[in-house]
């Protein structure tokens, strides 16, 4: 545990952006869960509708710093191209 006081404050505040980098993360994988559910049961549209919300989820985690730039492209690109081929 910190023992100065600069040091306690920065852990409560490294606690909280923990728990909404976790809700941030949590939300994007399971919209992309969702999709890969709707791929393989092969539901284009359900999952084109879905594609919105977890593109939405992973530019949110990007501008928070969740995730990387790159990572972000690759699993938009990789969600586009399954419902695609469908």
């Known amino acids: 545990m910190p023992v100065i006081k600069s040091a306690k404050k920065a852990l409560r505040s490294s606690q909280k ?3 909404f980098n976790l809700r941030r993360k949590r ?3 399971d919209s992309i ?3 890969d559910k709707l791929v393989v049961d092969k539901k284009k549209d359900e999952a ?3 594609l919105a919300v977890a593109y939405k989820a992973i530019d949110k985690a990007t501008k928070r710093g969740v995730i990387k730039k790159n990572t972000a492209s690759r699993k938009k690109s990789r969600l586009a191209k399954a419902i695609k081929n469908i």
Do not use: D, F, L, N
Request: hydrophobic fraction near 40%; glycine fraction near 0%.
């Open 48 to 50: 084109q509708e879905k």
């Open 17 to 19: 952006k923990a728990v």
């Open 33 to 35: 869960k969702t999709i």
């Open 27 to 29: 939300a994007m994988k």
